[in-house]
Antibody, heavy 120, light 108 residues
Framework: EVQLVQSGAEVKKPGESLKISCKGSGYSFTNHWIGWVRQMPGKGLEWMGIIYPGDSDTRYSPSFQGQVTISADKSISTAYLQWSSLKASDTAMFYC?????????????WGQGTLVTVSS | EIVMTQSPATLSVSPGERATLSCRASQSVSGNLAWYQQKPGQAPRLVIYGASTRATGIPARFSGSGSGTEFTLTISSLQSEDFAVYYCQHYNLWPPFTFGPGTKVDIK
């Protein structure tokens, strides 16, 4: 069974750093892209970026380039999303999702989401 | 960057009725279009990919059509479990693979 299990909810202060994780199982982790999607409270889905764990090829949305870092450790089938200095506006739910294959980019499996709250 | 728009923003439908949702891309995305369903407090779920192929486990009452810049998701006879927000997403060629703003299907 394919599963993406994300790390738990986080409460942070502005200026702090954070790294959240997404562990894949039940499939070949290196053969599918993993993407990150932001959903701010009460709002829609925003595509942030994707990584191919097989070779760490990473693509970002211009809206998120330089604001976050996407990485992956294929030895433990885990992808990461990290911030070096959080802002209150980073408060959101973050989902990881797997692409159906290495050459299509629709997301067929999703993690349960990680809620990040940034507040002083 | 390709901009995705969806209409209407909200669609009020009675159970058993047909729902038709529209999605438009600012430039051609060929057939590289997916639809997702999201219920409150849940992660999104893939409904349609390749503009018209139902994802695994999706009932036959869901159908997708279109290519290029105009796409439609049709739910032929709405069931109670279908009331949700639906997002389209393109995944053509180069990122970002943007989502539309969503259409909320609620009970009339």
């Amino acid at each position: 069974e394919v599963q993406l299990v994300q790390s738990g909810a986080e409460v942070k202060k502005p200026g702090e750093s954070l790294k959240i994780s997404c562990k894949g199982s039940g499939y070949s982790f290196t053969n599918h892209w993993i993407g990150w999607v932001r959903q701010m409270p009460g709002k829609g889905l925003e595509w942030m970026g994707i990584i191919y764990p097989g070779d760490s090829d990473t693509r970002y949305s211009p809206s998120f380039q330089g604001q976050v870092t996407i990485s992956a450790d294929k030895s433990i089938s885990t992808a990461y999303l990290q911030w070096s200095s959080l802002k209150a506006s980073d408060t959101a739910m973050f989902y990881c999702a797997r692409t159906q294959s290495g050459y299509t980019y629709d997301f067929d499996y999703w993690g349960q989401g990680t809620l990040v709250t940034v507040s002083s | 960057e390709i901009v995705m728009t969806q209409s209407p923003a909200t669609l009020s439908v009675s159970p058993g009725e047909r729902a038709t949702l529209s999605c438009r891309a600012s430039q051609s995305v060929s057939g590289n279009l997916a639809w997702y369903q999201q219920k409150p407090g849940q992660a999104p779920r893939l409904v349609i990919y390749g503009a018209s192929t139902r994802a695994t486990g999706i009932p036959a009452r869901f159908s997708g059509s279109g290519s290029g810049t105009e796409f439609t998701l049709t739910i032929s006879s709405l069931q109670s479990e279908d009331f949700a927000v639906y997002y389209c997403q393109h995944y053509n060629l180069w990122p970002p693979f943007t989502f539309g703003p969503g259409t909320k299907v609620d009970i009339k």
